[in-house]
């Protein structure tokens, strides 16, 4: 989806469930869609507060809240006592996360095997429990490369 027509889309979201696209939504919004990431509400705090300085942290928490409760935003929680955001994705993904540093690599560039496998998978959960499955959400968990070579160097 385009920038623009994904804002409309959101915008649309949030005035159905007889909201107003207030200020702190859009600026929250905006910060989001500019990232290719999953932030944390301290995250976007400190990215937005240099050019909305009357915009505070507990405000961030709050729209945080609302929007993932609206499905606008996907809430990402990987054990870091933190949880991180991002506009929910029309793209489908999977997401590798590092144990050690919490770094978070997103794709969506399949290879024909992982495609091939998860469509496996998928067929064999429906034989298995007859239900007619219609999406998943994979996050694998490990060390990433930086985190494996600083282990190796000591
Ligand atoms: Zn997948
Ligand atoms: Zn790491």
Not at 118 to 126: C, G, P, Q, S, Y
């Amino acid at each position: 989806m385009e920038c623009s027509e994904r804002f409309d889309h959101i915008s649309k979201l949030i005035s159905d469930k007889g909201l107003r696209m207030t200020l702190p939504r859009k600026t929250i919004l905006d910060a989001l869609a500019d990232e290719d990431g999953y932030l944390s509400a301290e995250d976007l705090y400190h990215k937005i507060h240099p050019n909305q300085p009357g915009l505070g942290l507990a405000t961030v928490y709050r729209t945080l809240v609302l929007l993932s409760s609206l499905g606008i935003v996907t809430k990402l929680e990987i054990g870091e006592g933190k949880a991180r955001y991002e506009l929910a994705d029309t793209e489908h993904h999977h997401l590798i996360v590092c144990e050690r540093c919490h770094k978070v690599v997103k794709y969506s560039d399949f290879t024909t095997q992982e495609k091939d496998g998860f469509a496996a998978l998928e067929k064999l959960v429906e034989e298995t429990y007859h239900f007619s499955i219609k999406r998943h959400v994979v996050q694998y968990y490990g060390t990433c490369p930086e985190c494996l070579a600083e282990n190796n160097g000591e």
